[in-house]
T-cell receptor, first 115, second 118 residues
Framework: KAGVTQTPRYLIKTRGQQVTLSCSPI?????VSWYQQTPGQGLQFLFE???????NKGNFPGRFSGRQFSNSRSEMNVSTLELGDSALYLC??????????????FGPGTRLTVL | AQSVSQHNHHVILSEAASLELGCNYS??????LFWYVQYPGQHLQLLLK??????LVKGIKGFEAEFIKSKFSFNLRKPSVQWSDTAEYFC????????????????FGQGTTLQVKP
């Protein structure tokens, strides 16, 4: 099985712009979670999507949003970029059998640099 | 709020030395516990996991971890490290609430950078 893929791998944007990141989960996985990784804050949960519905959300401002499509692919969007949004954005997928937790498999991440 | 604390931020060992990385979490309910590893230039990989049952779990590459419920701890161990174990290690917790919205949310510790000298 192919692993979790994320595109693009690297992005450079300027303050005030918006950006969309894409994640393709492992085939058959219905849950996609997003995380932000920075040297200062570590790995922080952004949100999770399951069957096209946002099921959980972390403590990030409304500028961070996401969605999931019927094929389980997910996108996250950050509007009005700030310098502090520079980070590695990780996507993880899980089979998420109902009522039971399955481990998350991570993609390589998208490195976003905001200038 | 749930939180995870990793005691060691940077550990330097010589090859063949024994390793123990501490992890404590704060959450009063039932949890799933994980250790992930991030080798230089690679993505996060699962080392081992605990859902229930035997509190001593074995993972890949000779790693093991022990869940001590009374201490809210899940420490990672390896009897003899190798140079190839040089990486960053993350402890993570998922609050197990069946039917709730917590199922896809992992809380990570700050990570421990392990440097193994040949």
């Amino acid at each position: 099985k192919a692993g979790v893929t994320q595109t693009p791998r690297y992005l450079i944007k300027t303050r005030g712009q918006q950006v969309t990141l894409s994640c393709s989960p492992i085939s058959g996985h219905r849950s996609v979670s997003w995380y932000q990784q920075t040297p200062g804050q570590g790995l922080q949960f952004l949100f999770e999507y399951f069957s096209e519905t946002q099921r959980n959300k972390g403590n990030f401002p409304g500028r961070f949003s996401g969605r999931q499509f019927s094929n389980s692919r997910s996108e996250m969007n950050v509007s009005t970029l700030e310098l502090g949004d520079s980070a590695l954005y990780l996507c993880a997928s899980s089979a998420q059998v109902s009522g039971y937790y399955n481990e998350q498999f991570f993609g390589p991440g998208t490195r976003l640099t905001v200038l | 709020a749930q939180s995870v604390s990793q005691h060691n931020h940077h550990v330097i060992l010589s090859e063949a030395a024994s390793l123990e990385l501490g992890c404590n979490y704060s959450y009063g309910g039932t949890v799933n516990l994980f250790w992930y590893v991030q080798y230089p230039g690679q993505h996060l990989q699962l080392l081992l996991k605990y859902f229930s049952g035997d509190p001593l779990v074995k993972g890949i590459k000779g790693f093991e971890a022990e869940f001590i419920k009374s201490k809210f701890s899940f420490n990672l161990r390896k009897p003899s490290v190798q140079w190839s174990d040089t990486a960053e290690y993350f402890c993570a917790v998922n609050a197990r609430n069946y039917g709730s919205s917590n199922t896809g949310k992992l809380i990570f510790g700050q990570g421990t950078t392990l440097q193994v000298k040949p």
